[in-house]
């Protein structure tokens, strides 16, 4: 995987230039200024390039945004009303919230699947009109398209893009072994257990290198092991592409183990009821107890009305909905894996030094 | 075989011929040319309607599933239509076209068209709205959407309906030929009743039993696999 494609800072000014991009595209007779640049470059201070949401620039700005559901009975709340939210580059944002509060629909919007009533959303600095594949989704339920290979599946975006088969066959080669399907590239998505076709929708959608990755509750009809083993794929995709990532999830665990930021939504009008900031370093570890007590800080954010209790009519067990993920447990056995991919997350392992150091 | 080889000796009549006097009657009709040649006219008047039907049936299901206004406009008429059994068309072909190929390839092709559009339009209504959603996201528009997306999408259902197409496309055409001294296998069962023939009416029916059979065989028993492969055994139509 390539470094990420640093996209032009148009409305932010602050963000250090990306000196070696200068320099491999500036003309030869601009060398002088390269140099210059190249120079300046090294001298300004830069972000480490293994913390994406150290970044700075905003790459997704959601503007008093409403939503009524066009055909929805008169008087019926609207969605959203007045939705405002900002992320920064590099950032992996978490919306929870509890089933029917609007963030599906948000993120339906940003897509741009849906259009607002009012409002305005902006990517990377420009209007959202319509979808496009700047704007990467990874819905619930498998889109993988059934008639292609897992291989053609991740080429599709990058023909539709007009890359030549090469370009095409080389990406797909490189996604796939990113998320840990290489060899499987021949597999039908029937062929795929679950949690293997969303790592290759995964796959797919970081095909065009989008400036923004948008996840609807990729994970909610896995089981319980599956869906762990793919949050730590996504943190781990995420550390090595730096991706801006809006990931929905009803899951207040996996709200706190992906989230640099979590979002609470409210009930319809949804709006953001508590903002949590996961301030934990990563890798992260599962039953690390700055987790639990973030987790529990954002369940008892959730609105009250529903309360809790009101999430658990979701497809995964019950126990993996209120924080209470066994806050005092060994880190190590919670993830014992049955794919090989599970090795290339055995370094978070060492991060359990700093149990209760957050309490 | 057996049953049938007993139960015609039971008859004991010439109205029910063993499988022996069948046998012989497809053996003569060969050796005279006559089954073959009748083949052959059916087998192209088939090709020639069934074509025609799918070039017509498929867009028409189409427009249908994803162009409401049509929907609303001949929906109803499609469906209504698709339950007339063919052959009642054949009176209306012949006012129109007289006995010609014309009168036999109207039956035809209306018989095999309406269920191949039904089909068709009930298979783009039911892809899951996921796959168009995530066809958009990735930039998918236009006639890429339509090539690439929705029809492959839409192909299980599609090969459902071309093989009923396909099955009555071959019933229209034995109605149609049957009525008049067309040249095909349906006059060649015609001929039978006329000289009292029963050996011949069997041969014949045997040879469009065997010709059903080897469609099956030689068109969609891939396709069909294709389908099992790329979907899994359950979508099968």
């Given at each position: 995987m390539p470094a990420p494609v640093a996209r032009c800072p148009v409305e932010t000014p602050r963000v250090p230039p990306r000196t070696a991009e200068r320099f491999s595209v500036a003309?030869?007779?601009?060398s002088v200024i390269v140099d210059t640049v190249f120079t300046l470059g090294g001298l300004l201070p830069r972000a480490p390039?293994?913390?994406?949401?150290?970044r700075q620039g905003t790459a997704l700005a959601l503007e008093g945004l409403t939503f009524a559901a066009p055909g929805?009975?008169?008087?019926s709340p609207a969605i959203l009303e007045g939705f405002d939210a900002h992320v920064r580059a590099g950032e992996l944002v978490v919306l929870a919230g509890?089933?029917?509060?609007g963030k599906s629909t948000l993120l339906n919007l940003v897509a741009g699947l849906l259009a607002p009533t009012t409002g305005r959303i902006r990517s990377d600095g420009r209007d959202v009109r319509g979808a496009g594949h700047d704007r990467a989704l990874v819905f619930?339920?498998?889109?993988?398209?059934?008639?292609?290979t897992l291989r053609q599946n991740v080429e599709f975006p990058l023909k539709v893009q007009g890359f030549s088969r090469a370009e095409r066959e080389a990406r797909a080669r490189e996604l796939l072994a990113l998320v840990h399907l290489?060899?499987?590239?021949?597999?039908?998505?029937?062929?795929?257990s679950g949690g293997m076709r969303q790592r290759g929708a995964i796959a797919r959608a970081l095909a065009t290198d989008p400036a923004v990755l948008l996840m609807d509750e990729?994970?909610?009809?896995?089981d319980p092991h599956t869906r762990e083993r793919l949050q730590d794929e996504v943190e781990r995709v995420w550390l090595a592409t730096g991706k801006t990532i809006v990931f929905v999830t009803h899951s207040v665990d996996e709200a706190v183990r992906l989230g640099d930021r979590v979002l609470v939504l409210g009930d319809?009008?949804?709006?953001?009821?508590a903002e949590v900031i996961v301030d934990v370093e990563r890798p992260r570890v599962r039953g690390d107890q700055r987790l639990a007590a973030l987790a529990a800080e954002v369940a008892a954010a959730l609105p009250r009305a529903r309360g809790p209790l009101a999430l658990i009519d979701s497809p995964d067990a019950p126990g993996d909905e209120l924080g209470h993920d066994a806050p005092f447990a060994p880190a190590a056995p919670h993830n014992t894996s049955h794919e090989p991919n599970s090795a290339s997350s055995s370094p978070r392992l060492r991060v359990g030094g700093g149990l209760g150091a957050g309490l | 075989m057996a049953a049938w080889a007993l139960a015609s000796s039971l008859a004991a009549s010439a109205l029910f011929p063993g499988p022996l006097p069948v046998a012989a009657a497809v053996v003569e009709g060969v050796r005279n040319g006559t089954l073959p040649s009748a083949l052959a006219l059916t087998l192209a008047r088939l090709l020639a309607g069934y074509t025609a039907a799918m070039v017509l049936g498929i867009p028409l299901g189409l427009g249908l599933a994803r162009i409401a206004p049509l929907r609303e406009a001949v929906g109803p008429l499609v469906f209504g239509l698709s339950a007339?059994?063919?052959?009642?068309?054949l009176p209306l072909a012949i006012l129109w076209f007289g006995l010609s190929e014309w009168a036999i390839q109207l039956v035809v092709i209306l018989g095999a068209m309406l269920p191949i559009a039904v089909a068709t339009e009930s298979s783009v209504r039911t892809i899951p709205p996921v796959i168009h959603r995530a066809a958009r996201t990735m930039g998918a528009s236009g006639a890429r959407l339509l090539f690439e997306v929705t029809l492959p999408a839409a192909f299980p259902g599609i090969l459902g309906g071309a093989k009923l197409g396909w099955t009555f496309a071959l019933r229209s055409l034995m109605a149609g030929e049957l009525?008049?001294?067309?040249?095909g296998l349906g006059q060649l069962l015609e001929t039978g009743r006329d000289l009292g023939d029963t050996a011949l009416v069997l041969a014949v029916v045997l040879v469009i039993v065997l010709l059903g059979r080897a469609s099956e065989a030689l068109l969609f028993a891939r396709l069909d696999g294709v389908v099992t492969r790329r979907w899994g055994a359950e979508v099968l139509p």
């Open positions: 003309p030869a007779g601009a390039a293994r913390t994406p949401s150290a929805a009975p008169a008087g509890p089933s029917g509060c619930q339920e498998a889109a993988l398209f059934p008639w292609l290489e060899g499987r590239d021949g597999a039908f998505p029937h062929e795929l990729p994970f909610a009809a896995l319809r009008p949804s709006r953001v009821v | 007339v059994p063919s052959i009642c068309w009525l008049f001294v067309s040249g």
